[in-house]
């Protein structure tokens, strides 16, 4: 709607997000043109991309743009991933009121899983080539999963020792379930 206002929230890593006042001052729904007040700056952007749409191509200022949009990414259903020209941010549109509810929300850093090698896809452990306490090398076999009749070796991310084997030759894998444990 033309005078509707929200926020924008830039997602920062550990929590550094930025809020940025958008207000939307003009808008011809017939051609997708839009001017957008950004900090006192203004936008023209035209564009007739649709909601859901992963490329977007328009003109912004008089200037051709693409970009690519993702959404629901990082786990959050809400967040935009917006890249363009090499840059990457992600990203809130939101209400002023959810804008300053988003601010009292505390930040929950992600677990640390770097010690752990997890399986990226269900599927069968065919093979685990380590044992415990044998030390690895970065881009050293670990293990060997098929999935959809296809074998996907996983292999070690960084040099380490293996800990804990905690799933067995021939076990029924889920997402992101435990292979090994690094000490």
Known sequence: KVGEQFVVVTLGAAGQNQ?????????????GSSAVLVGGTSYQISSNATLGQIRVQGVCNGQDFTAQVERGVGK??????????????????LSPLGAKLHK????????????????????LLVDVAVQPGQKVQAG?????IEAMKMENIL?????????????GKGESLAVDQIILEFQ
């Open 104 to 123: 009292l929300m505390p930040f929950k850093a992600p677990p640390d899983l770097s010690k752990f090698l997890l399986s990226p896809m269900p599927g």
């Open 140 to 144: 050293e076999k670990l293990a060997v």
């Open 76 to 93: 959050n259903p809400l967040a935009l991933r917006i890249a363009h020209n090499g840059t990457q941010i992600d990203a809130l549109v």
């Open 155 to 167: 292999f070690a991310a960084q040099d380490g020792v293996v800990g804990k084997i905690t799933a």
């Open 19 to 31: 809020h940025h006042e958008v207000t939307v001052s003009d808008f011809e729904d017939k051609s």
